[in-house]
């Protein structure tokens, strides 16, 4: 039985839970935790101590990718946890920008990977899947093959060139492996549910029974979402369906009412057990 725990997200339902535009979630699987992701500041940090859980005891984290409300926590996490394996996609500290303000640009990135390896950082950088522990992988770099899926316009990221549109290559998922199928954890899905979920079903052999995390339905379009929907309507091996984070609150209970009682409303605090 592996149990996932959501340590960091945008609301906390539980008195004495902190909340904040952010995700982490922890996998525990008996033998390993692994802390997929850290949100965007110590708070993972506070949510550990109200839930009773030991972050000294983690090993290995997973960065879903380069943005500072999934990589921020990682600094406060290395203060009380000195050596970590950290695995991440190769380009995950691209200095990044977001458009989405006017005419200012407002830095979305993370910390340099300097900075993090003075700390005790180790980074294993591959955009391959990585088995992080039995059953458990990233899912590696996530080619986009929908027609209806696009990562937000308003991410660049800066080169010696100048600013280039930003497609988010880094972002990655988690990928456990059950007798039941595969279960998946999403950061933020900024290459779209569907898209990631055919690519790990064709990687892995093995269909998505259910997923929880970001989607990024949020601040997509209309025509995304309502195409996404009739797309997981295809999927009749999915029985748990976790929104969380930049899903928002508005699309949460659209799914609530598209797919009922196989919808759980993931937030701070809550665990689920497969």
């Known amino acids: 039985m592996i149990k996932i725990t959501t340590m960091v997200e945008n609301t906390a339902p539980r008195a004495k839970l902190r909340a904040e535009h952010g995700l982490s979630v922890l996998v525990d699987t008996g033998y390993d935790k692994i802390l997929f992701d850290t949100g965007q500041t110590d708070a993972i940090i506070h949510n550990a101590e109200v839930l009773n859980v030991d972050l000294s005891t983690i090993k290995n984290v997973v960065l879903s990718h380069g943005h500072y409300d999934h990589g921020g926590g990682l600094k406060y996490l290395l203060d009380i946890k000195t050596h970590l394996n950290v695995y991440a996609h190769p380009e995950i500290?691209?200095?990044?920008?977001?458009?989405?303000?006017?005419?200012?640009?407002?830095?979305?990135?993370?910390?340099?990977?300097?900075?993090?390896?003075?700390?005790?950082?180790?980074?294993?950088?591959?955009?391959?899947?990585?088995?992080?522990?039995?059953?458990?992988?990233?899912?590696?770099?996530?080619?986009?093959?929908?027609?209806?899926?696009?990562?937000?316009?308003?991410?660049?990221?800066?080169?010696?060139?100048?600013?280039?549109?930003?497609?988010?290559?880094?972002?990655?998922?988690?990928?456990?492996?059950?007798?039941?199928?595969?279960?998946?954890?999403f950061g933020c899905a900024h290459r779209g549910i569907i898209n990631i979920i055919k690519h790990i079903e064709n990687v892995f052999d093995k269909k998505v029974f259910g997923f929880i995390g970001g989607t990024h339905l949020g601040p997509a379009s209309d025509f995304q979402r309502e195409k996404t929907i009739l797309e997981l309507k295809k999927n009749k091996n999915l029985k748990i369906i976790g929104p969380s984070h930049c899903t928002g609150l508005l699309m949460g209970a659209k799914l609530y009412c598209e797919f009922d009682d196989k919808v759980i409303f993931n937030n701070v605090g809550t665990t689920i057990e497969i």
Do not use: C, H, W
């Open 93 to 185: 500290f691209r200095k990044r920008y977001s458009k989405a303000y006017g005419n200012s640009l407002r830095y979305i990135g993370i910390e340099s990977r300097e900075f993090y390896e003075q700390k005790g950082a180790n980074f294993i950088l591959d955009d391959k899947p990585i088995k992080i522990a039995e059953n458990i992988y990233t899912t590696g770099f996530e080619p986009m093959v929908t027609d209806f899926e696009s990562v937000d316009k308003n991410f660049v990221y800066e080169t010696k060139d100048g600013y280039k549109k930003d497609d988010v290559p880094d972002d990655m998922s988690l990928v456990i492996e059950t007798e039941k199928g595969v279960f998946v954890i």
